[in-house]
């Protein structure tokens, strides 16, 4: 009897190191879905894409393996985006990853509890996704594109670069979120360094001779293109960047694309790709039972500014050193 339990003993033992039990194993094999759900179309975030994936392996999260992720584009549709995110909701993901503000916010009002992180969007708090960067609460948090200052800073740029400058024209649209932000944004600061605004409101390509006719009229001395311009009103960088010239305005932006098309500055962040790859961090630790709410939401820590002296010299501007030893890349 003896011998017969010393036998049971160690055949239980030898099971227990030779595999786990059926519920660990099951544990093991698991595969976590997450949605995505993006404003703009798989085109326009192939490098993004790229680098979010290679965050989540570096975390050790693998597609097909322990991960799956089911993807939802608007492809500029802003209007998609309610639609797009109930669908993932119906397909059971555990958290959605949000590619710009305009998606946040979609997955926001899908969901009050399912976790969401945003890998990029202006202004979390102005917009009301998070009610502060240190403690989001709610259920979202991420990566903000822009700090509370950035728009100050597109001020300090022209200021430095026109240094009699009392007036700035601001090119907005009230149809792209990222551009009223921007307008409400740029007051306080225009204030501080005693620069008058001139409103450049715009809602249609139509409007933009007017617009830059009106402020001709109103003597403005430099031009702030506000983020989300083009695609709120369906226009190209190069036509805004022609009216800039023939007007003689010295314009910032925040896209290298209106940088090519001839715009005098362009000023952001860092690639959005570097976003996307830190946005799987917050993945990892929501995937390992953390909470949205206990997850401070991130800031850019580096900015990129770029000049075109091309620009510059048809304007009849000499870019003073100390804006000029700024830049991180030159067009000359």
């Known amino acids: 009897m003896r011998l017969r339990t010393i036998g049971l003993i160690s055949t239980l033992a030898l099971g227990l190191l030779a595999g786990p039990l059926p519920t660990e194993a099951q544990q093991t094999g698991k595969i976590h879905r997450i949605g995505y759900l993006s404003v703009r179309g798989p085109d326009r975030e192939k490098s993004s894409l790229a680098a979010f994936h290679q965050g989540l392996r570096d975390l050790g999260w693998i597609k097909g393996q322990n991960i799956a992720i ?3 584009w608007a492809a500029g549709r802003r209007e998609r985006l309610p639609a797009l995110a109930a ?3 119906g397909l059971k993901v555990e958290l959605i990853v949000t590619g710009g503000g305009a998606a946040a916010r979609a997955a926001q009002g899908a969901s009050k509890t399912i976790p969401i992180v945003m890998a990029e969007a202006t202004a979390p708090v102005a ?3 998070v009610q502060s960067l240190a403690r989001p609460g709610g259920n979202i948090t991420g990566l903000s594109r822009r700090s ?3 728009f100050g800073k597109l001020l300090e740029l022209l200021k430095g670069t026109v240094p009699d400058l009392t007036r700035v024209a601001v090119l907005w649209s009230p149809k792209h979120p990222a551009s009223i932000v921007g307008w409400n944004a740029i007051q306080p ?4 360094l005693g620069l008058e605004l001139h409103s450049m409101e715009v809602r ?3 409007d933009l001779d007017k617009a830059f006719q009106d402020a001709n009229r109103a003597r403005a001395g430099a031009l702030v293109v506000m983020p989300g311009l083009n695609t709120g009103i369906g226009t190209s960088w190069k036509r805004i960047a022609d009216l800039a010239a023939k007007s003689r305005l010295p314009a910032i932006s925040t896209s290298r694309r209106f940088l090519r098309a001839g715009g005098l500055i362009t000023y952001n962040t860092t690639r959005m790709a570097d976003q996307y790859f830190r946005a799987a961090t917050y993945v990892d630790k929501i995937l390992k039972g ?4 206990d997850l401070p939401v991130e800031l850019p820590t580096n900015y990129i500014m770029r000049i075109n002296l091309k620009t510059a ?3 009849g501007i000499t870019i003073p050193a100390e804006v000029l030893f700024q830049a991180t890349e030159v067009i000359k």
Request: glycine share 4%.
């Open 70 to 72: 089911e993807y939802r």
């Open 87 to 89: 669908e993932l909701l």
């Open 127 to 129: 917009r009301g996704l």
């Open 148 to 150: 509370p200052e950035f």
């Open 189 to 192: 600061p225009a204030r501080q």
């Open 204 to 206: 249609s390509p139509n």
């Open 290 to 293: 953390a909470k949205p709410a």
């Open 313 to 315: 010299k048809q304007l």
